[in-house]
């Protein structure tokens, strides 16, 4: 089993950047592929990024592609993602998640991951 915590999240204006932080209890972070998911008041929860376990592999959503950035540190068990040209869209909750590995096609659906953190508020004022 894994705990996930999200730090990071803010206020900032459009055209800025943010960085997201997911830190991860136990010793088994390695183990698990990780993904960033968002939802936005009155949406649905979507996919952001997703990055393999040693962290070669990275997926993001198309929309996305270009001004997000996935990455981690196994050595420090932590998840980041780096946003940049922040649009007030972007606006939400965004929450880190961890999955026993399967199928890369599967890791854009929420329901892949086993493991979820409390989340992170970012709001993008323009």
């Known amino acids: 089993q894994v705990q996930l915590v999200e730090s990071g999240g803010g206020l900032v204006q459009a055209g800025g950047s943010l960085r997201l932080s997911c830190a991860a209890s136990g010793r088994t972070f390695s183990r698990y592929t990780m993904g960033w998911f968002r939802q936005a008041p009155g949406k649905e929860r979507e996919f952001v990024a997703a990055i393999s376990r040693n962290g070669i592999s990275t997926y993001y959503a198309d929309s996305l592609k270009g001004r997000f950035t996935i990455s981690r540190d196994n050595a420090k068990n932590t998840l980041y993602l780096q946003m940049t040209s922040l649009k007030p869209e972007d606006t939400a909750v965004y929450y880190c998640?961890?999955?026993?590995?399967?199928?890369?096609?599967?890791?854009?659906?929420?329901?892949?991951?086993?493991?979820w953190g409390q989340g992170t508020q970012v709001t993008v004022s323009s």
């Open positions: 998640a961890a999955s026993i590995p399967a199928d890369s096609s599967r890791y854009y659906y929420s329901d892949s991951y086993d493991y």
